[in-house]
C-alpha cells in the first residue's frame, strides 16, 4: 500500500520527537533486550523529563497521535496473564450487568470506558501488591501491573459493558408482542449481532485502523492516561499526581451541580430574569430539565454534561464545525415552530414521542390488529399521529447528515479510498503503511484477514438461522442480507469521520424508514432490522477504535482479536440472563409508559413506538406528498450539500482563505448538529466552547508543551472522577439501587419552575 503525504509528514514528525527518540531507559537483569536482533525498550522505565515534551506546535489533526503518545514498545511485557484473563473476566462481568441494569432505569447512565480503566488499575495494582511473586506464584504474579494486560482488560470490560442492540429487540418482542425465544437462540443472536460488525472491522483495517490519519480523537486520553499510569520518569510521575488531584477535584465538585444545586448544571442570566414568566424564553434558552430547550447562551458547570461535547478532545475544526451547526439550529428551530412548520405548532416544543390530532398521546395499541399489522378501520378512526416540529427537523438534519456523509468521503478522501480498495488491496493482512505505531506492530504476529471473513460470514449465518422463530422469520434472510450490506458500506463512510474527525453519524432513522418502505405494516420486521441496519455499523465503529487502542498500547493483535471476543461473549451471556431476570419481575413498570422511580422501559419502548410509527405506517406518513415525506427524501437531498464547497476548493486559488475555508466545512457535522438540540438538556453547550477554543485553539498554539504533556490527561481525568461520583450517585441518591432520595427543594433546586428557573415544561 502506497503511503500518502500526510502520513509520510507525520512519521517524519514522529522520528524527530524529542520524547522518543531522547528517552532514557533501564535494562532488564542487567541484560540489553534483543528481539529479532533488534534493541527493545522497557517501557516500564522509560526517564521522561519536561525537557523530552517539544515545544513545536502541533499543526495537524492527527499529529497528536505521535506528538502526544510514545510510540515505544517492550515486546517482553506480558499481554496475556492471570491477572489479564482473571480481572478481564470479573470486569465484563460486572459492567455487562451494571449495563444491563442501566438500560432498564430511569435514569441515562452507561458504563464508560474510563470506568473500566480506572476500576481495572486500582485491582490489577493491587493484585501484584498482595499476591507473592516467588515460587509459582511468578507464573500468576509476572512483575508489576502493566500497561499491555491493563489495555487487555479495558477492551475486554468495554467490549462487555456495550449493551447489544439485539438484547434491546428480544426484550421488546417479549413485552410488547409476547415473542419469547429460546435462550440459546437469544444469545447466539446477541453474540452474532455484535460479531457481524467485528468482522468488517477487522477487514477494513487497512484502511481505518493502520494509517497515521485514523486517530480517533476520542482515544488519544485513554492512550495518555495508560502511558501516564504505566510508564516511568519525573514527567509521568509529575503526569500521574496532576491527574489524582484533577480527578479527586471533579470527584468532589460534581455531586453539587448533580444534587443538591441543580441549577448549575445550566445557569442562564436570562431565566433568572425571567423566572418562569414566559414560554417562549423557555423555549430558546432554557435547558435546565429535560425536552425544556435549546440552551442558548446557558452555561454549565457540570462536567458529566460538558463532557458530551468532547470540548478537550475533538479537533477545534471538528467543534467548529458542530457550533456552526447549532448556530444555524438556534434560527431554524425557532422559526419552523413559530410559524406552524409540519403542522406542530398545538404541540409541545420537544418531545420525541407521538401525538393525536389533539395533542395528547397517540395511542398506537388502537390502531393494530392481534397480528400486529394496520386495521384500516380503525386507523381512519384513531387518526395518524404527528411529530412535533423540531423533531421532524431533527431527525430530518440527521438523515441530511447521512447522506452527506457519503459524498463528503468520496469527494475529499477519494485517493485514500483507492489505496485501501483498489486491487483489493484491503484483504491483504500485511500492508506497507508508514505509521510509527504500525511499524512498532509489524514485529507481532497479525490476524490473518480470513479469521475476520470467517468470523463475518459464520456470524451472518447463525444471525439468518436465529431470525426464524417457531416457523415464521421474523426477519426473512433475504433482508438480513440486504440491511447487512448496505450497514457494511454505510460503515466505510462512517468510520473514516469517526477516525479523523472523533464524530459519529448515527444512522437509525434513516435505517427506520428505509426498512418501513421494505417491510410495509409489518412492525417486528422493522424492529428487526434494527440489528443489522444499525447495529452492524454501531458495532463495526466500536471495535474500529479498539482496535487502534490496541495499536497505540501495542497489543499483539491475536491478543486483542481474542479479548474483543471474550468480551463479546460474556457480554452477550450477562446481557440476556440479567435482561430476563428485570423483565420477567418487572413486566408492568417497563410497559407503562411513565414507569416507576425505579424501573423504566423508556429505551425498550422507544424501538416498540418505532417499530410502530414507521413498520406499521411507513407509507402513510412518510412517502412523496405525505406529511413527513421530507424526513425520508433528506437522505437524498443531503447528497448534494458537499458538492459546492468541494467545487469552490477546487476552483478558488489553492491556499485562499476561499479555497481552505471550503475544505473547513464539514458538511455532514454542521448537518446533523442543526438538529443536535432538541433532546434532553442542553445547558452545557455555550461551555464547551469556551472550553474547546482555550483548549484546541489557545493552547494548543500559545502553550504547545502544557498541551502535548497534560491537556488530554486533563480530559481524562475530569471524565474518570465525574463518571465515578455519577456511578455512586446513581446507587445512592438516584433510585438505580431501589429507593431515589430527591434533595429538598430551595432557590438551587426550584419546585415549582424548571432547575435553570424557567418555566417548568408542558
Sequence with gaps: MSVTPNEKEATAVATELPHTDSLSYTEKDGKSDDIDGKQTVDVESLSVTDED??????????????????????????????????????????????????????????????????IAYVLGTAMHSIMPSTGFWRYLNPGPFNIKEHTVIVIMASTASTVAI???????????????????????????????????????????????????????????????????????????????IVFAAIFFWEWIPQYPFPLLTAISVICLADNGRHKFVRNLFGAGSSNEGIGLFSFSTSWTLI???????????????????????????????????????????????????????????????????????????????????????????????????????????????KKAFGGMRFLKSSQDIDDPHYQQMKKYKEVPQWWYLLLFVASLAIGIGCSYNHGEWLLPAWSVILFTF???????????????????????????????????????????????????????????????????????????????????????????????SIVSNNREALIDP?????????????????????????????????????????????????????????????????????????????????????????????????????SQVWARSHRPKWFKKYNYLTSAALDGGSQVILFILSFAVFGASGNAIDFPNWWGNPANLSVDRCALTD
Design 166 to 244: 439485539a438484547m434491546e429487540i428480544i426484550a421488546a418482542l417479549d413485552l410488547f408482542y409476547n415473542i419469547k425465544l429460546n435462550a440459546a437462540i437469544a444469545i447466539f443472536q446477541i453474540f452474532a449481532s455484535q460479531m457481524i460488525g467485528y468482522g468488517i472491522a477487522g477487514l477494513l483495517r487497512t484502511f481505518l485502523v493502520y494509517p497515521t490519519y485514523a486517530f480517533y480523537p476520542n482515544y488519544i486520553s485513554v492512550v495518555n492516561l495508560l502511558q501516564s499510569l504505566h510508564f516511568g520518569g519525573v514527567l509521568n510521575h509529575k503526569k500521574r499526581r496532576y491527574f489524582w
Design 486 to 580: 448496505i450497514s457494511s458500506v454505510l460503515a466505510v463512510c462512517l468510520g473514516f469521520i469517526a477516525a479523523t474527525t472523533g464524530f459519529q453519524i448515527q444512522i437509525k432513522h434513516a435505517m427506520h424508514i428505509l426498512s418501513a418502505f421494505v417491510h410495509p405494516g409489518k412492525p417486528v420486521a422493522v424492529m428487526y432490522v434494527n440489528l443489522y441496519g444499525n447495529s452492524t455499523a454501531y458495532q463495526t465503529l466500536a471495535m474500529l477504535q479498539d482496535l487502534k487502542l490496541g495499536q497505540y498500547t501495542k497489543i499483539p493483535p491475536r491478543i486483542t482479536f481474542a479479548a474483543q471476543l471474550a468480551g463479546s461473549i460474556i457480554g452477550s451471556i450477562f446481557n440476556y440472563t440479567m435482561m430476563i
Design 307 to 417: 463532557s458530551q461535547g468532547t470540548p478537550l478532545v475533538w479537533p477545534w475544526r471538528t467543534q467548529f464545525n458542530s457550533f456552526l451547526g447549532m448556530a444555524i439550529g438556534y434560527i431554524t428551530l425557532t422559526l419552523a415552530y413559530y410559524n406552524n412548520a409540519f403542522d406542530g405548532r398545538n404541540l409541545v416544543w420537544m418531545s420525541t414521542a407521538l401525538f393525536d390530532s389533539q395533542g395528547g398521546s397517540y395511542n398506537q395499541t388502537a390502531i393494530l390488529t392481534p397480528e400486529n399489522t394496520v386495521d384500516p378501520s380503525k386507523l381512519a378512526s384513531v387518526g395518524l399521529p404527528r411529530y412535533t416540529t423540531t423533531y421532524v427537523i431533527s431527525q430530518m438534519c440527521y438523515n441530511f447528515g447521512l447522506g452527506a456523509a457519503i459524498v463528503h468521503v468520496f469527494l475529499w478522501h477519494w485517493s485514500d479510498l
Design 594 to 694: 411513565i414507569g416507576t422511580r425505579i424501573w423504566s422501559g423508556w429505551i425498550i419502548q422507544g424501538y416498540n413506538s418505532s417499530s410502530v410509527a414507521m413498520g406499521a405506517l411507513g407509507k402513510e406518513l412518510f412517502a412523496y406528498g405525505k406529511p413527513y415525506y421530507l424526513i425520508a427524501f433528506a437522505i437524498f437531498i443531503g447528497l448534494i450539500f458537499p458538492v459546492p464547497f468541494w467545487v469552490v476548493h477546487k476552483l478558488a486559488r489553492k491556499d485562499s482563505l476561499l479555497a481552505r475555508g471550503a475544505e473547513y466545512i464539514i458538511t455532514p457535522v454542521v448537518a446533523l448538529y442543526v438538529g443536535w438540540l432538541p433532546y434532553s438538556v442542553n445547558g452545557q453547550w455555550w461551555s464547551c466552547l469556551v472550553i474547546g477554543y482555550m
Design 53 to 118: 515534551v517539544g515545544s513545536t506546535i502541533i499543526q495537524k489533526d492527527e499529529d497528536v497521535a505521535v506528538e502526544v503518545i510514545s510510540v515505544e514498545d517492550d515486546p517482553e511485557l506480558p499481554a496475556f496473564t492471570f491477572r489479564a484473563v482473571f480481572l478481564g473476566i470479573g470486569l465484563s462481568a460486572f459492567t455487562s450487568v451494571l449495563s444491563t441494569i442501566y438500560t432498564f432505569k430511569p435514569q441515562n447512565a452507561t458504563v464508560s470506558q474510563l470506568f473500566c480503566l480506572i
